[in-house]
C-alpha cells in the first residue's frame, strides 16, 4: 500500500488494521510485513529502537511491498517528528497531546513552509513520499495519542485542531488518568469505557480517524465495532513470551 493510498483510506474513516513492534529486528519487521497488516508501528517512545533500527526497520516494512511503517515518536517535538518522517515513516503518532495548541505543534513539525515548520530534508522519505512539498504534506498522517486526564478533557477541542488525521488511544495511560490503580484495574472500567466512548464520539463530530491500541485480535475486532475506525494489535515481543510460553506448556504436558 502506497503512503497516499494509506492516508487516503484513514481520511475516509476505513477500517484499517496495524501491528505494533517493540523490538529492534528488521528481519522480524520483514516478515510481520508479510502478514497482511495495513500499516507496522515502530515504538520509538517506550520500545527498545533506536534512530537506526527505525531506519533498518522502516526499510524493511517497504521492501516487503505491503503494509506502510508509522512510528511512535518519543516526544512531540520538531527534532524526533521530522527524523522519523525524514527516514520515511508514513505519518506519526505523536504521545501525551494534552491540548490543542499541543496537536497544533504536532501537526505543524510534520508539514512543510508555509503551513508548517517541517525542515526540508527528505534523505529516505523522498523515495516513497514527495520529495515535493505539498505532495509530502498530503501523504503525510499526524495522529495524536489521548491517554492523559487534560487530553481526554480536552479531546474535542483537540480533534478539531485542522490538520490532523486522527486520535489514538493509549489505553494503559487513559486508565490510569480515569483514576485506575494499574494500566489493567477493572475497578474502573465503567469510567474507562465512559472516556474510550468520549473519544469516538468527538473524533466522529470532527470527522477524524479514531484508533485504539489493542492487546490482541479479538479485542481489535470489538473496538471496531464499537466504532473506533483502526486498532493496533500489540506487540511482538509480548506475543513472542506467550507463544513460547504456550509451547513449553504444551511440551510438559499441560
Not at 510481520?32 to 495495513?38: M, S
Not at 511503517?69 to 501525551?96: F, H, K, M, S, Y
Not at 525542515?119 to 499526524?142: E, K, N
Request: proline share 6%.
Amino acid at each position: 500500500m502506497s503512503a497516499h493510498e494509506f492516508a487516503a483510506r484513514l481520511r475516509r474513516r476505513e477500517r484499517i488494521l496495524g501491528y505494533w513492534s517493540v523490538l529492534d529486528c528488521p528481519v522480524a519487521h520483514e516478515w510481520l510485513a508479510h502478514v497482511g497488516w495495513d500499516y507496522l508501528a515502530l515504538d520509538l517512545q517506550h520500545g527498545l529502537i533506536g534512530y537506526s533500527g527505525m531506519l533498518a526497520g522502516l526499510t524493511a516494512i517497504d521492501a516487503a511491498g505491503g503494509p506502510v511503517g508509522l512510528v511512535r515518536v518519543e516526544a512531540n517535538d520538531p527534532t524526533p517528528i521530522g527524523r522519523a518522517l525524514d527516514a520515511g515513516a508514513a505519518g506519526v503518532i505523536v504521545p501525551l497531546v494534552n491540548t490543542a495548541d499541543e496537536a497544533a505543534a504536532a501537526v505543524a513539525a510534520a508539514t512543510y513552509p508555509p503551513n508548517g515548520i517541517r525542515s526540508y530534508g527528505p534523505m529516505r522519505s523522498q523515495l516513497r513520499i514527495g520529495p515535493l512539498p505539498a505532495d509530502a504534506d498530503r501523504d503525510t498522517v499526524v495522529l495524536a495519542m489521548i491517554e492523559t486526564p487534560r487530553g481526554l478533557a480536552e479531546v474535542a477541542e483537540i480533534c478539531a485542531v485542522p490538520g490532523l488525521d486522527g486520535v489514538y488511544v493509549g489505553p494503559s495511560d487513559l486508565r490510569l488518568a480515569v483514576g485506575g490503580a494499574h494500566s489493567n484495574d477493572p475497578a474502573v472500567a465503567d469510567e474507562f469505557e465512559a472516556a474510550l466512548q468520549k473519544v469516538r464520539e468527538a473524533a466522529a463530530a470532527a470527522g477524524i480517524a479514531a484508533g485504539i491500541h489493542t492487546p490482541d485480535g479479538a479485542t481489535a475486532a470489538r473496538r471496531l465495532a464499537q466504532g473506533f475506525t483502526f486498532a493496533s494489535v500489540a506487540s511482538d515481543v509480548t506475543h513472542l513470551k506467550a507463544v513460547s510460553a504456550g509451547h513449553l506448556k504444551d511440551a510438559l504436558g499441560g
